[in-house]
């Protein structure tokens, strides 16, 4: 059975900092793949904030970019996620997704509150 679960998250002030672990095991072998790490917020739909590829490219969302780093340890099947200046607005539940469909995986999510 497929397993990723997020942690790390927490309460933060306003310009602080959070790194999020995504960690798979189970049947998810291995890691080179499109990983990527949403966000949704009270009364908010789910949103992307960043992603990176098998070969290592990354993308962030806009309100996120120079803020943001995902990075990986295939050794570990672990994505990180850094986040540096959090904001208010950052709050929300951040969920990891492993895999390409039709094999996808996601967590259950990891609460990051930032008070202003």
């Known amino acids: 059975q497929a397993q990723v679960m997020e942690s790390g998250g927490g309460l933060v002030q306003a310009g602080g900092s959070l790194r999020l672990s995504c960690a798979a095991s189970?049947?998810?072998?291995?890691?080179?793949?499109?990983i990527e790490w949403y966000r949704q917020a009270p009364g908010k739909q789910r949103e992307l904030v960043a992603g990176?590829?098998?070969?290592?490219?990354?993308n962030y969302a806009d309100s996120v970019k120079g803020r943001f780093t995902i990075s990986r340890d295939n050794a570990k099947k672990t994505v990180y996620l850094q986040m540096s200046s959090l904001k208010a607005e950052d709050t929300a539940v951040y969920y990891c997704?492993?895999?390409?469909?039709?094999?996808?995986?996601w967590g259950k999510g990891t609460l990051v509150t930032v008070s202003s």
């Open positions: 189970g049947s998810i072998l291995h890691i080179n793949t499109m």
């Open positions: 997704k492993i895999g390409v469909p039709p094999f996808t995986y």
């Open positions: 990176i590829s098998g070969d290592g490219s990354t």
